[in-house]
């Protein structure tokens, strides 16, 4: 059976300091991977998708970049975070696109 | 642009009744998906139930069904028999494959709460 699992958790991390986010998946080959942002009581923003190693397609400009170094790996970083930056990160898989979504159990990161 | 909407940002219901969610999207496409996922206090999205939008049948999961109108492009949620731990946010999720390059697009999401 195929599992995500993406960490750390839980973040609380200065204004300037660097950030990265961990997703994986296992169980499948070639996944479609994506990380979303949800804001306090919001829905869900599309921040990144990818299709394949190396390929990262960005929903907003902004202050974050994500890179999948593996086919299983996707990872979610920043060099200076932004008060703006905080929030539920939450990392997906899908087999195909427009397709069912499984989800991470998500990281809070908390920019003080 | 594709866009959802979730009329209810808050709704509540007794144990046991009945309660129904709603959703509406906008989309010139034939052919696409549609999700409802629950996201309770724990925080992960989990699917509740998925329809296909070229079948005319309307979708169910235990004490979960759906109501979709096509050509209204509505897609509202039932849960009959409602329990404690039904209690969460629920998000509608067209997946469109020309909204954001056939990513899904989710809606507001709407608060529900189980009284007992």
């Known amino acids: 059976s195929q599992t995500i699992h993406q960490w750390p958790a839980t973040l609380v991390q200065p204004v300037g300091s660097p950030l990265s986010l961990e997703c994986t998946v296992e169980?499948?080959?070639?996944?479609?991977l994506y990380w979303y942002r949800q804001a306090a009581g919001r829905g869900l923003q599309l921040l990144f998708y990818s299709v394949g190693i190396g390929q990262i397609s960005s929903e907003v400009p902004q202050n974050l970049s994500a890179s999948r170094p593996q086919d299983r790996q996707f990872i979610l970083s920043s060099k200076k975070l932004l008060l703006s930056d905080s929030g539920f990160y939450l990392c997906a898989w899908s087999r195909r696109r427009a397709g069912e979504l499984f989800f991470g159990e998500g990281s809070r990161l908390t920019v003080l | 642009a594709q866009t959802v909407t979730q009329s209810q940002p808050e709704m509540s219901v007794q144990e046991a009744e009945t309660v129904t969610l709603s959703c509406t999207y906008d989309t010139s496409e034939n052919n696409y998906y549609l999700f409802w996922y629950k996201q309770p206090p724990s925080r992960q999205m989990i699917l509740v139930i998925r329809?296909?939008?070229?079948?005319?049948q309307n979708a169910t999961e235990n004490r979960f069904s759906v109501n979709f109108q096509k050509a209204a492009k509505s897609f509202s949620l039932k849960i009959s028999d409602s329990q404690l731990g039904d209690t969460a946010m629920y998000f509608c999720?067209?997946?469109?494959?020309?909204?954001?390059?056939?990513?899904?697009?989710f809606g507001k999401g709407t608060k529900l709460s189980v009284k007992p």
């Open positions: 329809q296909e939008a070229y079948k005319q």
């Open positions: 169980g499948t080959s070639n996944p479609n």
């Open positions: 999720a067209p997946g469109t494959y020309g909204g954001s390059q056939g990513n899904l697009i």
